[in-house]
């Protein structure tokens, strides 16, 4: 999988600027063009678990409709562990065919990629690099 290399920054630096809550939201695609859609975090415990905010979310899906995007992926960060998923991670993954970013800011800023289907967890090589993409 091909991440372009200003998106990797731009979700690294987004987990880095909330290291005490975990960052969340989508990313778009048709083709290898790739749309960025943050979304708030209003979970309970932001620090331990992700809830992406449901209006927010729907105007995101909207968005790819109206761009004629996919879901490409749904990401979110890990401020206190690796990009590995969690027990919670695997058990709420509804979206089977969409990638899912992990960013880990412990022990080093790290992205990592999966698909996740029940309870597994399949890890995918992700290739950082000049690509174009949308906002």
């Known amino acids: 999988m091909r991440l372009p290399t200003d998106l990797y920054e731009e979700l690294i630096g987004r987990a880095r600027a909330e290291p005490e809550r975990e960052v969340c939201g989508l990313l778009g695609a048709r083709g290898e063009v790739l749309s960025h859609y943050p979304i708030a975090n209003t979970a309970a415990e932001p620090a331990r678990r992700f809830s ?6 729907i105007h995101a899906m909207r968005r790819m409709r109206e761009r004629e995007e996919r879901l490409f992926a749904i990401y979110h960060s890990h401020p206190h ?5 969690s027990p919670t991670d695997l058990a709420e993954a509804a979206y089977p065919e969409a990638l899912y970013l992990i960013v880990g800011l412990t022990p080093v800023p790290a992205l990592r990629g999966y698909f996740l289907k029940g309870n597994e967890a399949q890890e995918v090589v992700l290739e950082i690099g000049a690509a174009g993409r949308n906002g």
């Open 52 to 57: 992406m905010d449901p209006g927010e979310q």
């Open 81 to 85: 562990s690796p990009p590995r998923p």
